[in-house]
């Protein structure tokens, strides 16, 4: 089966480079992906494919349904969704919309969905089960999950893939992680409240922006003081709102802010943590304070048997030196997590570096770039290990 999958891989692989670039030139943002998901509905219809349009607000899902009469129901979830982003590429195929890029390869997750869903279809009788392809919205604002699963998706789902473009490794090769693959990512919201003044006379007023930066150096400093070391937490400020005119002292200032953190007992306990360092530094200046604390997205944490499952068909399909086993999880995010609270699953990284290349631009760069080769990587890896899900259900080592 694994040279039948290859044989197709290969055959289709024109067609999925002009299927990327399409996808490329016209980029679509969170929640906006209407022209995309009409593409991706198109090309699953025109391979016999069922299809359900408008599921998670602008996904799509397609079943291939399988010759055999297995009741296992594999999902495999690649996501849309473009960054506001000016390509500066020069590509002949960049983006055509202005400020939009696919800087994050869900354009090569799209078509590697699409092209392990079109060469399962081309085997679908001999598949024991059925497969449910999610092509999901909304990955980068970490809300499309949740929209789909609240749609039904993983109704029924015994088991679910996916994966992510990783420009650090070569295109040809994919890394697998067991365990722990991204961070849980949770939204920070901090009003510090003082009272306004003449900037001549802070002495008369309580300076909110003074306070505030009081406030960001010691959440920094105490997580490296008081928090475990090897559970890694990771608090960004990324915004400030506040003052009303130079030589006026601000009576209000607002903080936003990101929180990463990779064990569940040490995110329970960072919102009452926060809360409790930003109001201990507050009262000593005299100032209050508001604090929300908003989960987002669980990290991601990949089943170990589906892990290994990944490893072993990608290690036949393309030799063990192609395969690197990752060290260290990441502390970004991905709302694939969301799925993972439904039924077990891995998600990989495809490697999509030029090997030849001294510099590979990271994710979210504007000069980000994709060796298109690493398409029938993803494609062969995902339909080989469906193909393995099913064996290994059943008990079987046929191959």
Known sequence: MLSRIKELATELAPRLIEIRRHIHIHPELSGQEYQTAAFVAGVLSSCGIHVQEGVGKTGVVGEVQGGGRDDHLLAIRTDMDALPIQERTGLEYASRTPGIMHACGHDIHTTVGL??????????????????????????????????????VMESVSAIFSLHVFPSIPAGSIGIRYGALTAAA???????????????RPHEAIDAIWIAAQVITTLQQAISRTQNPLHPIVLTIGQIHGGRAPNVIADQVKLLGTVRSLHPETRAKLPNWISQMVANVCQSYGARCEVKYNLGVPGVNNDLSLAQLLQTAAE????????QILPEPSLGAEDFSVYLQKAPGVMFRLGVGYPDRSVNHPLHHPQFEVDETAIVTG????????WKYWQQNNGSSKD
């Open 115 to 152: 092209g392990t869903a079109m060469v399962l279809s081309r085997i679908a009788e001999e598949l024991p089960g059925n497969i449910r392809f999610l092509f999901q919205p909304a990955e980068e604002i970490a809300q499309g999950a949740s929209w789909m699963v609240a749609d039904g």
């Open 186 to 200: 949770d939204d920070l919201e901090i009003m510090i409240i003082g009272e306004s003044g003449h900037g001549a």
């Open 379 to 386: 494609v062969v890896t995902l339909a080989y290990s469906a």
């Open 316 to 323: 036949e399909a393309w030799g063990s030196d192609r395969v």
